[in-house]
Each structure stands twice: as structure tokens, then as C-alpha cells.
């Protein structure tokens, strides 16, 4: 089955979406850390993932808070399960590491969930911007600390500067 990849724009830069069509396997932002990189094997179809641009287009436009989309990341059956617990964290809400680590039954894997988190390969739609540092603040994200900033605004969260830490 030949994978497709898309692009598209959006508040963060241009997003660039990556599966067998319908499928979503990543979706990437520029200037990523952990990103997919192109393969020679994969066909350009920017009109490929139609429900996915439609869905990520109704959420930078306020008008969608959840995604109903057929997702298949790629990863370890921990990432799976960070993953899988990520989709649960509301629109709106933040949860921090240690309290996603104990939430998926690892109450000690609180760095493990943190480098999970961080190889989210479906961002935004799978919500790895809502997981803060345990004083708050908000710590690493692949696409970059002010993108973080940005989604988490966007999501009503009020996120003063002084709350970032690079880790």
C-alpha cells in the first residue's frame, strides 16, 4: 500500500500530514525535533487526509475541541499507551508528567512518559501540548516551546512566559 504525504497550512507553519490516505501515521510541523523524514517511496498528494485538513482546520478556527480520525502511529507499546492517555487529557486542561505516568499505571515512569510524550509522531490531533512540567510549567515540545504556548492559548489556557522551561 503506497503512503501518501500532504501539506498543509496552519497558525504553527505549514503541517505536513503523512499515512496511507485516510490513515494518519504522522503529521509533522516544521523545524521539528523526532520528525518523520521523507522517504523516496512516498507519493505527494496534497489532496490526500481530507477529514484530517478539514478537522485541524476547524480547530485553528475555534470551531472544533476533539478529532475523530483513523490514526496508526508507529512506536512501542509504552508510546502506545502515552499515546492512547494523551487523547484522553480535554481540551482546555493540562496534566503533568508524573500525573499521566500514574494515570497509565506507572506511577515511577514519569521521564520514560516524558520521552514518549516528546516522540509523539501525531501532534496536536494526539495532544502531547497539554502535558506541563509538575510546577506548571511548560517544558520541551518537538515543534518548539512557543508553538506550545500558542496551542495551549488557543485552547483558553492562559500561559504567562515566565512559565516555560527548556528542558
Known sequence: MPTYVAYMPSP?????????????????????????????????DDSAFEAARQ???????GQRQTFDLALAPNGTAFQQRVWAALADIPFGHTENYGELARRIGSPRAARAVGL???R????????CHRVIGADGSLTGYGGGIERK?????????PVPASQTRLI
Open 120 to 127: 509523539n509522531p501525531i501532534p496536536i490531533i494526539v495532544p
Open 12 to 44: 504553527l507553519g505549514p503541517l505536513r500530514l503523512v499515512g496511507d490516505g485516510t490513515v494518519l501515521f504522522s503529521v509533522t510541523m516544521t523545524e521539528q525535533r523526532h520528525a518523520a523524514t521523507g522517504n523516496a517511496g512516498w507519493h505527494r
Open 116 to 118: 514518549a510524550n516528546g
Open 149 to 157: 504556548r500558542w496551542l495551549l492559548q488557543h485552547e483558553g489556557l
Open 55 to 61: 478537522q485541524l482546520d476547524e480547530y485553528f478556527a
